[in-house]
């Protein structure tokens, strides 16, 4: 009977698991995740679970019983050590091992540090799991200040969830506004509005230099010479692929395991898909490297059926969300620059979509409060053909006429 | 006891498109597919969103914040993160009223 091992119980490796049964697999499966709780989703964790409105419950992704049901053999709370490609074996730390025919790597991202002094302190943490988020809880119920160190996606979220629940928030952000490496200047302006608007204060084009304190954070140092007091710091600087498994092996990282449209991996029989996968797109015809909900997801799926000899190019259109205060913000699509944005609503009411082109070509889209018309926007993205500006900014205009005819 | 309670004119409903009504303060989307209509818990079970102001594709209601999806026939799940059904309630049309059995 083949035996599929899946490396990493999130989002990407259970949604793998179940596809597997979906497409009538009956070998083996087994996956393996680090964190001790069954498969779970992690948007929550920074906005209604961190407020305590979600409990962990409703959080799983799959009850139990769905494992059980499949014959999905779980192995929780449990880390790999090593992966002996030519064997085709793992090795667990507790020294057990496991033969595969053919192993799936999803294991996902660790959270960047960067060495400030002070940020091992205790009171400073950062947001991957569920056991850090009960630690931020913790902290968030001896009430005071948070500071917030880093206004990327993960830092926004925890600043609206933390003054949601009745904290003083002070958010330190080195770029000129929120979010301003994924959405620019003019929508970051935006976000940056919601925030203060909220009561979150901020302080952009600066950085934290240390985290001070006697046996616990009392107060972060900033470059421009702010000593800010508080009682809990939260960093949210980024990810980096959690690709060490393959080290040493003849499997290919370059920013994550580098995989085709398919997941497939240079050594036959081993995929990858979710955060740690540097997919081909054939879309953009480029490889990438994304961190969304939706792409572990679908990725996930993709894999296992590329696994079972059905796959098919993935050529998704990357699309996220983020839940800040009354927001609801989303973006899809592919730009790493653009050289124009083009507005169809109201930034001043935070309700809108931002085209984001490059020469007349819809790179990607972010929208506010206006999720209803995201969807619509997926073909023109796909197009990667010219759009008419004014068409686009004209809400008028039924989006599901835009996109540009493909060669 | 349930009862059927007229939440609209046929007529202001055209095919393809939803509107949130309350019944009893109860939000409550209904949804025109291809001239019948639809009745089901507007608010979506993942996260508060009103199901009305997202897109109808075919018999499918795509929330406007997450893009979970439910069949609005049966209300079952159809694409995650939701992982809990809406509930619907039957519907019929009495001369040019919607009604929907509460």
Avoid at chain 1, 113 to 137: E, K, N, S
Avoid at chain 1, 223 to 231: F, K, Q, V
């Amino acid at each position: 009977m083949p035996t599929i091992a899946i490396v990493g119980a999130s989002l990407a490796g259970s949604s793998a698991a179940a596809t597997l049964r979906e497409e009538g697999f009956d070998g083996r499966i087994v996956l393996i995740g680090a964190e001790p709780q069954l498969p779970y989703d992690r948007p929550p964790l920074s906005k209604n679970y961190l407020r305590g409105v979600t409990p962990f419950e409703k959080t799983l992704l799959r009850p139990a019983d769905f494992y059980r049901e499949r014959n999905i053999e779980m192995r929780l709370g449990t880390m790999v050590a090593r992966v002996d490609v030519d064997k085709r074996s793992l090795a667990f730390q507790s020294g057990e091992r496991l033969d595969f025919d053919q192993l799936l790597i999803a294991t996902g991202g660790r959270n960047r540090r960067f060495p400030i002094p002070g940020i091992d302190l205790p009171g400073v943490y950062d947001l991957r799991t569920v056991a850090d988020a009960d630690r931020i809880r913790e902290a968030m119920g001896r009430g005071g200040r948070a500071v917030v160190v880093g206004m990327g996606f993960i830092g926004a979220e925890v600043a609206a969830a933390m003054r949601q629940s009745g904290l003083e928030v002070v958010a330190v952000e080195p770029f000129k506004t929120p979010l301003y490496r994924a959405l620019g200047e003019e929508i970051g302006r935006v976000i940056e509005g919601l925030h203060r608007d909220n009561g979150v204060e901020m302080f952009l084009d600066d950085a934290v230099t240390a985290f001070e304190g006697a046996g616990r954070v009392e107060r972060v140092v900033t470059r421009n010479g702010r000593r800010i007091e508080c009682s809990l710091a939260v960093f949210g600087l980024g990810i980096e692929p959690a690709a060490d498994l393959v080290a040493g092996t003849p499997v290919r990282v370059d920013n994550g395991i580098v995989v085709d449209d398919q997941s497939r991996t240079n050594v036959p029989g081993i995929y990858a898909a979710g955060d740690v996968a540097n997919h081909y797109h054939p879309v953009c015809g480029r490889q990438m490297r994304v961190e969304h909900w939706q792409n572990g997801v679908k990725q996930g799926a993709a894999a296992a059926r590329s696994m079972l000899g059905r796959g098919q190019s993935y050529d998704e259109v990357h699309w996220f969300w983020s839940d800040q205060f009354d927001a609801n913000i989303q973006y899809a699509g592919f730009h790493t620059a653009w050289d124009r944005i083009v507005v169809r609503g109201s930034l001043s009411a935070r309700k809108f979509l931002a085209f984001y082109l490059t020469e007349g070509r819809v790179e990607s889209v972010v929208a506010i409060n206006q999720g209803r018309d995201m969807r619509r926007t997926f073909p023109i993205i796909k197009a990667r053909g010219a759009v008419d500006p004014a068409r686009l900014e004209d809400p008028n205009v039924d989006l599901r006429t835009l996109a540009p005819a493909t060669a | 006891m349930a009862r059927f309670v007229t939440v609209a004119k046929a007529d202001s409903i055209q095919p393809g498109q939803m509107i949130k009504v309350e019944i009893d303060n109860f939000p409550v989307a209904i949804a025109n597919v291809g001239g019948t209509f639809h009745a089901f818990d507007d608010t979506c079970s993942h996260e508060d969103c009103s199901l009305a102001d997202g897109d109808l594709v075919k018999t499918a209601v795509v929330c406007p914040c997450h893009f979970a999806e439910f069949d609005v026939r049966t209300g079952a799940v159809l694409a995650p993160p939701a992982t809990v059904p809406i509930k619907v309630y039957p519907v019929r049309v009495q001369g040019s009223d919607v009604q929907v059995e509460f």
